[in-house]
């Protein structure tokens, strides 16, 4: 059952993606969000590929792929203006201490 579920939500959210492709065109590629959600697409018919080829001996990179499917509740945010903002402000916020850690942590080695 759980992989009837999930080929359908695959094939919802791919259905979801071509609309939107088809209609935005190359505006698609220019919001954030949209990149977000191409890739949870893309990343979770590869695991559903490799899985059908190769069976079980590729499970740990199968495992890996699926962990893009975490992000799919993130696709809600879209329709919640207000909280959207917070992500938006939390992802810049953890960019911004990314930076900071990448300068300081190489003159702390020293």
Do not use: H
Request: hydrophobic residues 55%.
């Amino acid at each position: 059952m759980y992989d009837t579920v999930d080929w359908l939500l695959n094939i919802f959210f791919t259905f979801e993606m071509v609309i939107k492709v088809v209609g935005l065109g190359r505006v698609y590629l220019a919001e954030k969000w949209n990149i977000l959600d191409g890739t949870i697409v893309v990343g979770s018919w590869a695991a559903l590929i490799v899985e059908v080829v190769m069976g079980n001996q590729f499970a740990g990179a199968v495992t890996n792929l699926r962990i893009l499917r975490v992000l799919r509740p993130l696709r809600v945010l879209e329709s919640i203006p207000g909280l959207r903002i917070i992500i938006n402000s939390t992802l810049y916020a953890v960019r911004d201490v990314g930076v900071l850690l990448a300068i300081g942590l190489p003159s702390d080695c020293l």
